[in-house]
């Protein structure tokens, strides 16, 4: 008694659904891509033999591969990016079998630190949807400080004026883009002894 039809999963080799044995031989029983395939049983001696229907000529079966369903194992992590002021677009790269053919994707907006995305979706021998994620990260910055003038005050002068400055903006930003305030402080404070003091 042979089945009436066979379904598998597309596995990215060559999958053997009919294979010969000691009563018949098989033609088509193989193949590799997602498809519908036909294979045909020939009994191996007709004479002696028949199949459970109480005929022999040859069958004629038809059976599939399916797509396989991507899931993010699919795909190699996409590390943590640093936040550069441009969209972040960083390579997707498919685990055998699947390969960069079997998908097409888009990129979500990726420019401002936070959580960047990438929606996949499968096409021939797989099928689904996945969204990747990373981490784009905030940038670092230098804060620079100095004393208002040339950075010295002479014994028993008023506590001067701290400042600040940022470095290492990029695409055009400037402070104005950051959150949350500065506080200057430093030990001096009118009558402190000569000396040097970190802001």
């Known amino acids: 008694s042979i089945p009436g039809s066979v379904e598998l999963p597309f596995a990215g080799e060559e999958i053997v659904a009919y294979v010969d044995n000691q009563y018949y031989t098989v033609s088509g029983g193989s193949a590799t891509d997602v498809g519908e395939y036909e294979a045909t049983l020939s009994l191996r001696h007709p004479d002696f033999c028949h199949w459970s229907d109480m005929t022999d ?15 993010a194992a699919d795909f ?5 990016v640093t936040y550069t002021g441009q969209r972040i677009l960083p390579d997707v790269v498919p685990l055998e079998p699947l390969t960069l053919d079997d998908i097409s994707y888009e990129y979500g907006e990726n420019v401002r630190a936070g959580i960047g995305t990438v929606d996949i979706v499968a096409d021939g021998n797989f099928t689904g949807n996945v969204t990747l994620e990373f981490d784009i990260l905030r940038k670092g910055l230098v804060l620079s400080t100095f004393v208002d003038g040339d950075g010295e005050i002479a014994y028993g002068s008023e506590i001067p004026r701290y400042e600040y400055s940022f470095t290492g903006f990029v695409n055009g930003d400037d402070e104005t883009v950051l959150t949350g305030e500065v506080t200057l402080s430093c030990g001096y404070s009118v009558g402190s002894d000569v000396g040097e003091y970190v802001i």
Do not use: L, N, Q
């Open 76 to 80: 190699a992590p996409i590390g943590d």
């Open 57 to 71: 000529e040859d069958k004629i079966i038809a059976w599939s591969i399916v797509p396989r369903t991507i899931t």
